[in-house]
């Protein structure tokens, strides 16, 4: 059972960027899936999450309006578009899978390997 998390990379400031999370080993349609980062000497924080069919999305407060999460479950993908790019947006993001959406890491049942994202001109 593997999560994994990827499209980041080095974008600049005010630019666009969208992560993909894909799962091998288990159905990602049956699961909420949740996104969150963790910068360079910070702890890890909630980001997005949305439920198994996509129909409820949830956002962290800071991130509203320039974060977008949406689900593709026929490719078994779960995407974060990222808008509107900041330096202070650095960070290796995650993702995780899990029944029920929750803003808590080990809320989830499974948790994968993140993707850099760093945003610097």
């Known amino acids: 059972v593997q999560l994994q998390a990827s499209g980041g990379g080095l974008v600049q400031p005010g630019g666009s960027l969208r992560l993909s999370c894909a799962a091998s080993?288990?159905?990602?349609?049956?699961?909420?899936i949740g996104w969150f980062r963790q910068a360079p000497g910070k702890g890890r924080e909630f980001v997005s999450t949305i439920n198994r069919s996509g129909s409820s999305t949830y956002y962290a407060d800071s991130l509203k309006g320039r974060f977008t999460i949406s689900r593709d479950n026929a490719k078994k993908t779960v995407y974060l578009q990222m808008s509107s790019l900041k330096p202070e947006d650095t960070a290796i993001y995650y993702c995780?899978?899990?029944?029920?959406?929750?803003?808590?890491?080990?809320?989830?049942?499974?948790r994968g390997q993140g993707t850099l994202v760093t945003v610097s001109s």
């Open positions: 080993g288990f159905t990602l349609d049956d699961y909420a």
């Open positions: 995780a899978a899990g029944p029920n959406s929750r803003s808590t890491w080990y809320g989830y049942e499974h």
